[in-house]
């Protein structure tokens, strides 16, 4: 009897089970009744003796067959061995002959490097219309959306070094063997994994009539797919691949976008599926549609020289007005810190603002959130969570555990600095509450590498030589109420640049007052907040602004109980074991009745 042919191309999967041994096979050219491949379940493979409720009766009377004709024979009281090879419909139904119930055949079976057997398949079902973001407007350093996208109807990846595709709808697999031979030495291993995935979804997953995105100068354009993707020679290899789409005339200012549609833009990935946003997408397409026609807030298509040298704009007196920040010369300093320094710390009493700050002055230098991304530290935070480490990846379906070599957000945000034209172009980490872990555990071998952003590293983990990019900038928050300054270790203080935010110092100081005199409310809280910071004998204590910059606490009794449940809580755990009467000397009865 002549063997089945095996798929061309494929190689042999295996399942793991829970309670040990281990199955495999290949998948066959020929198709099964359902339309998809048929799978061999090959001699030797262990199989669960066990059958749970959920287990189809089809597989069940499988089962019960191969048992009577001795194609499975016991190993012990709960598995059995393929006595020989077992030619399966289909690898979902050779995974819930493994393991005894009904199991998703080309996510449960892996290749040994733990790739799915789904990346070696023609795309299946999909959503009838998806919709994608794509970045265009720095490639290399040219502004694609703006110079070529918009004027000439298309969207594109660069694929500069793949070869000539000659399948239409290519398979994850077959991508990744291209781009482990075109990028060989051009990419890391983050970076390749990642490219891989955007190149699936452009070329595979995205259709005709999806939905379409991209960001350019602040605001996001919006179109529909009308062409299948194209491969194609464009100048210095920014465009090669290719899909046309219809742009909308209309644009939308990134700022009011609703929520849900800026947090999937903030995921830093060349190509994002936007699908879970999809009704907010089409909510502002028929809004844009309803309105008047008004100017789409596209800039020129004539290309624009690209700064090549890394630089932060100049503060200006709109961004100082819009902070409230009274003297625009503390933010100046702050520019020339961040451009000599590449690592500050804000540190201040709670409430004071840093993390606002430093969001606002990360997006500020950075040219918009794209470039922006925040982190929080805590007790248990580590190496592995804040770069790389092989972290445990839990298997849906069998619940099994394994280990893979995964990057943190540094390794990701770096990896996204250092693409070739992103150099001159500034890149924030953000990271709250910084003195809240370990930061010797967590920062390892980069401690070398803040100080000395010009040379590399051997990486624990992966073993790649890696060095920091030139524009990539941390800005850590700091609460000096939960931790003092004074225990932060001299390695921290030697990389870091240490600003202090204190109600009694610019540009904190008087803050309330100003927000209160923008807002057109009374000026009273801030008098208060002043005479309760006078009688704070301890600065890391003192009361910031924020507490009292919220609607909530301008309504009927707000700030009362503001006053009650934020602030006097704060001074309770400061005076703890003292026995002050903390609302006698810092409730507002008090503050308002003082000389």
């Not at 009766?57 to 006595?83: I, K, N, Q, Y």
């Not at 781009?179 to 490219?195: C, F, I, P, T």
């Not at 928050?477 to 640049?497: G, K, P, Q, W």
């Amino acid at each position: 009897m002549p063997q089945p042919e095996r798929l061309p191309g494929t190689p042999q999967f295996r399942i793991k089970l829970p309670k040990g041994g281990e199955a495999h096979g290949h998948l066959l050219a020929e198709f099964g009744g359902n339309g998809t491949h048929k799978f061999l379940l090959e001699e030797g493979s262990t199989v669960a003796s066990e059958a749970w409720p959920g287990l189809g009766e089809h597989a069940r009377r499988t089962r019960a067959a191969l048992r009577a004709d001795g194609g499975l024979v016991d190993v012990s009281a709960d598995r059995w061995r393929a006595a020989r090879d077992i030619e399966c419909n289909s690898s979902s139904a050779a995974a819930a002959l493994v393991y005894g119930y009904d199991a998703s055949g080309p996510e449960s079976w892996r290749t040994a490097e733990g790739h799915p057997l789904a990346d070696y398949l023609s795309t299946g079902w999909r959503a009838p219309r998806k919709a994608w973001l794509v970045r265009g407007s720095n490639v290399s350093g040219h502004n694609l959306v703006r110079q070529l996208w918009l004027p000439e109807g298309f969207v594109s990846l660069a694929g500069a070094h793949l070869p000539p595709l000659e399948e239409t709808d290519p398979t994850k697999s077959a991508l990744r063997r291209f781009v482990e031979d075109g990028y060989e030495g051009a990419a890391s291993y983050n970076q390749k994994r990642g490219l891989v995935d955007e190149l699936h979804a452009f070329l595979t997953q995205m259709r005709v009539g999806d939905t379409v995105a991209a960001i350019s100068d602040g605001v996001l354009h919006i179109g529909s797919v009308t062409g299948e993707a194209v491969q194609t020679a464009s100048q210095g290899g920014l465009s090669n691949l290719r899909r046309t789409v219809a742009w909308q005339a209309d644009s939308h200012a990134y700022e009011e976008l609703p929520e849900e549609v800026q947090q999937k833009l903030s995921v830093q990935h060349d190509v994002v599926d936007l699908t879970g946003v999809l009704d907010a997408l089409d909510g502002l397409t028929e809004q844009a549609e309803h309105t008047a026609p008004a100017t789409s807030g596209e800039r020129p298509a004539a290309e624009r020289p690209a700064p090549r040298e890394l630089s932060l704009p100049d503060i200006t007196g709109a961004l100082a007005a819009d902070l409230l920040v009274h003297d625009p010369s503390w933010l100046d300093e702050m520019r020339e810190l961040l451009l000599d320094e590449r690592q500050l710390v804000l540190y201040g009493p709670p409430g004071t603002g840093k993390t606002y700050l430093a969001m606002k002055l990360a997006e500020y230098f950075g040219g918009g959130p794209e470039q922006v991304k925040i982190v929080q530290f805590h007790p248990s935070y580590a190496y592995e969570d804040f770069f790389e480490g092989f972290r445990p990846v839990e298997d849906p379906e069998t619940r099994e555990v394994a280990f893979r070599l995964t990057a943190g957000p540094l390794r990701e945000l770096a990896d996204l600095a250092s693409r070739e034209g992103n150099r001159h172009i500034p890149h924030f980490l953000i990271i709250d509450e910084i003195n809240r872990a370990n930061l010797a555990k967590v920062f390892g071998e980069l401690y070398f590498l803040l100080e000395y952003r010009t040379r590399s590293v051997r990486l624990t983990y992966s073993g790649d030589d890696f060095a920091l990019p030139p524009n990539l900038f941390v800005i850590g928050t700091m609460n000096t109420a939960d931790r003092s300054i004074a225990l932060v270790d001299a390695a921290m203080r030697r990389r870091f640049a240490f600003v202090e935010l204190s109600p009694r110092t610019e540009p904190t100081a008087g803050l309330l007052a100003r927000w209160l005199k923008r807002e057109g409310r009374d000026l009273e809280p801030a008098r208060l907040l002043d005479a309760l910071n006078a009688r704070i004998d301890v600065t890391d204590f003192a009361i910031g602004p924020s507490y009292l910059m919220k609607p909530g606490v301008y309504r009927d009794g707000g700030l009362e109980r503001a006053w009650r449940t934020k602030i006097l809580p704060l001074l309770e755990e400061h005076h703890y074991g003292e026995g002050l009467d903390v609302a006698a000397r810092y409730g507002l009865d008090s503050l308002r009745g003082q000389p």
